[in-house]
Nanobody, 116 residues
Framework: VQLQASGGGLVEAGGSLRLSCTAS???????MGWYRQAPGKERELVAS?????????KYAESVKGRFTISREGGRNSVRLRMDSLQPEDTAVYYC??????????WGEGTQVTVSS
């Protein structure tokens, strides 16, 4: 199973971007979400959604109220809406999915750059 990410790019501070992630085939993941890694920093969870058990969402404190994660058409596709972007949101964003066995899947990173 491959995770295919799209979106990202360059935006000015205060702007918005959308990221989408879709699995290459139907696969009953339990959670899907996005991580990010800025230069010199560790990879961190941005947002995740429980696609198998009711859709509960989890967000990093730094993005609460600005980012929204949602499912698209079932358990194999998610979207991340990013509003009020700030320069500190600049990072490579990675789509992530986890199966009930604990096996994890990662997509290729997509660059998000926010200019001040």
């Amino acid at each position: 199973v491959q995770l295919q990410a799209s979106g990202g790019g360059l935006v000015e501070a205060g702007g918005s971007l959308r990221l989408s992630c879709t699995a290459s085939r139907t696969f009953n993941f339990w959670t899907m979400g996005w991580y990010r890694q800025a230069p010199g920093k560790e990879r961190e969870l941005v947002a995740s959604i429980d696609v198998a058990r009711g859709g509960s969402e989890k967000y990093a404190e730094s993005v609460k109220g600005r980012f929204t994660i949602s499912r698209e058409g079932g358990r194999n596709s998610v979207r991340l809406r990013m509003d009020s972007l700030q320069p500190e949101d600049t990072a490579v964003y990675y789509c992530h999915a986890q199966y009930y066995t604990g096996v994890e899947y990662w997509g290729e990173g997509t660059q998000v750059t926010v200019s001040s």
